[in-house]
């Protein structure tokens, strides 16, 4: 669970992750039912006016650097810079995380988690423009340059821009569950989850004309889980060849429409698992899994705790079921 959430404020932050960050745990929504988070700006100086990256734009943080020490999670926005960081934010940060602190790095935040040691050895990602200069730096973190985000339990790390919004998401969803994460998503007017995984951004240009009709074939898909989906079926839905089918949804989502509608039927099951008192077998059924250990499979591979795990911390039931 967290409650405390505390962000860095570096000079010449950028503003777009830092204000996702004040988006998704600095506004109060309460009477939406979202749980209120005990959310603290931190800075070296208290006060001070800091530089932002958009020119003629000033920040001063209310608090110093003791309130990121017994945080629930702290998130580092990117700074200006990929390095020379001040030895008192690295200071803390490092002091937050050995205090048990899951730590959240936005695009080339991951830096600082760097030089504060926290990347040896761990799975990470930053901007695509920064991932071979990450590398470099801090050789034995394991970079991944494609994805939007990793979860390595108390250490987070996302690429950049919007993929911030995913990341902050992942983590809210992760600690207080998919109603929480979906009322700050629609209020957000965003996409609820977009999969780790997923391509940072498309080598190729969409090809133009068609996205209407993936449209309605992946809403249709969405609306239609618990049947068998082939290539050619979608792609005649769609009135495309098979190739060209998998071609557009490729270049238009990331990834294939196995992978997509795998990762969808996941979350559907997530949200029967939270809600409902359904068996793995019943779920298993209405996601299109066909049977429970195919979903447990999945479910495992994507969310990384067994459906039982997961209904356990996260349902609003008791309902058990054998693993």
Same mark, same amino acid.
């Given at each position: 669970m967290i409650s405390k959430v505390a962000t860095l404020l570096l000079d010449r932050v950028s503003m777009f992750e830092f204000g996702v960050v004040c988006e998704v745990f600095g506004i109060d929504r309460t009477e939406h039912g979202v749980p209120a988070f005990d959310f603290r700006i931190c800075g070296i100086c208290p006060g001070e006016p800091l530089a932002s990256i958009t020119p003629g734009l000033t920040l001063s943080a209310e608090y110093g650097l003791d309130s990121l020490r017994d945080a629930d999670l702290?998130?580092?926005?990117?700074? #200006?810079?990929?390095?020379? =960081?001040p030895d008192e934010a690295l200071d803390a940060v490092r002091a937050a995380a050995e205090a048990g602190a899951t730590v959240l790095s936005l695009c080339s935040g991951a830096f600082l988690l760097g030089e504060a040691g926290l990347l040896d050895g761990r799975k990470?990602?930053?901007?695509?423009?920064? +991932?071979?200069?990450?590398?470099? $730096?801090?050789?034995? @973190? +394991?970079v991944d340059?494609? +994805?939007l985000f990793v979860d390595e339990g108390n250490l987070v790390?996302? @690429?950049g821009t919007a993929a911030g919004i995913d990341a902050c998401l992942h983590v809210v969803r992760r600690e207080l569950g998919s109603t929480v994460a979906n009322t700050i998503a629609r209020r957000m007017v965003v996409p609820p989850q $977009?999969? #780790? #995984?997923?391509r940072q951004f498309i080598e190729q240009p969409v090809v133009a004309c068609t996205s209407d009709s993936l449209s309605e074939t992946m809403a249709w898909m969405s609306e239609n889980l618990e049947l068998p989906h082939t290539i050619d079926e979608l792609a005649a839905r769609s009135s495309m060849s098979t190739r060209t089918f998998a071609r557009k949804f490729a270049a238009e989502t990331g990834t294939t429409p196995v992978k997509w509608l795998t990762t969808q039927r996941v979350l559907y099951a997530r949200q029967l698992l939270e809600g409902t008192d359904l068996g793995l077998e019943a779920i298993? $059924? $209405?996601?299109? =899994? #066909?049977?429970g250990a195919l979903l447990r499979h999945h479910f495992n591979r994507v969310v990384g705790l067994a459906p039982g795990d997961y209904r356990r911390r996260f349902g609003c039931h008791t309902a058990e079921f054998t693993q």
């Open positions: 702290v998130v580092v926005p990117p700074p #200006g810079a990929q390095s020379g =960081f990470c990602t930053t901007h695509w423009g920064y +991932v071979e200069e990450l590398a470099a $730096r801090f050789p034995t @973190a +394991v340059p494609d +994805v790390t996302s @690429a $977009r999969d #780790g #995984g997923q298993s $059924r $209405r996601t299109g =899994f #066909g049977s």
